[in-house]
């Protein structure tokens, strides 16, 4: 049901996306600081909506079907509202559009494959990917700026942002081919039979020895 726990979380990531673009677009230090924590804390919901799910036995084609579409919204918001307010490096452009390109590669081999009845489970390296992915987002959303109002300007948060999104841009081009290749697998095994499946045979042509 929608209105379960686990799903009230899922759906609470996508409410957090308009409140993070409200504070990220004002560009203040201190609006920085509260973009990272809406981020952070909407990031968060995607390891507990999880594990209440299954704790409860709440899993549902509901939760199932808005889980992923939740976490690419948040994570696409994130990427554009940090190119677009020019808080990330052009080196740091590069990771970002391979997340970005990910995510839509995996959206249509998953639709694909749910129309074969056929699942893509998450893997123990995405999960990395995604520790990775959300860390990185969150630490670029707050920048050297925000980092500067509860005094750790010392710190380079906008460097180290920038490279655990290299990281996780790493992974993702790892489980991004991991998945395609499991994918082509599937159309593989989806399309053999099709292919074996004798057609229409022309009609007998009569013998010369009749």
Not at 96 to 101: D, K, Q
Request: glycine share 10%; proline share 7%.
């Amino acid at each position: 049901m929608p209105t379960d726990l686990p799903n009230l979380l899922t759906l609470s990531r996508i409410a957090a996306i308009p409140v993070l673009v409200l504070f990220a677009t004002l560009g203040e230090p201190w609006t920085n600081l509260v973009a990272c924590a809406v981020f952070s804390a909407a990031a968060i919901t995607d390891y507990f909506d999880g594990k209440l799910a299954r704790s409860r036995k709440q899993i549902s084609d509901f939760g199932r079907m808005l889980d992923p579409i939740a976490d690419k919204l948040l994570v696409g918001a994130a990427l554009m509202l940090l190119a677009g307010n020019g808080q990330l490096s052009t080196f740091g452009l590069f990771p970002a559009i391979i997340i970005l390109l990910r995510e839509i590669l995996v959206s249509g081999l998953r639709e694909y494959l749910a129309g074969l009845k056929i699942g893509l489970p998450v893997t123990g390296l995405a999960k990395w990917k995604t520790g990775f992915q959300m860390g990185a987002l969150g630490a670029l959303l707050a920048g050297d700026s925000g980092a500067a109002v509860i005094w750790l300007s010392w710190l380079p948060v906008s460097l180290i942002g920038e490279v655990m999104l290299l990281a996780a841009a790493v992974l993702t081009l790892v489980t991004g081919w991991d998945y395609l290749q499991a994918g082509l697998r599937h159309v593989g095994r989806a399309s053999a039979p099709i292919a074996q499946q004798p057609g229409p045979q022309p009609p007998a042509q009569p013998s010369l020895h009749s």
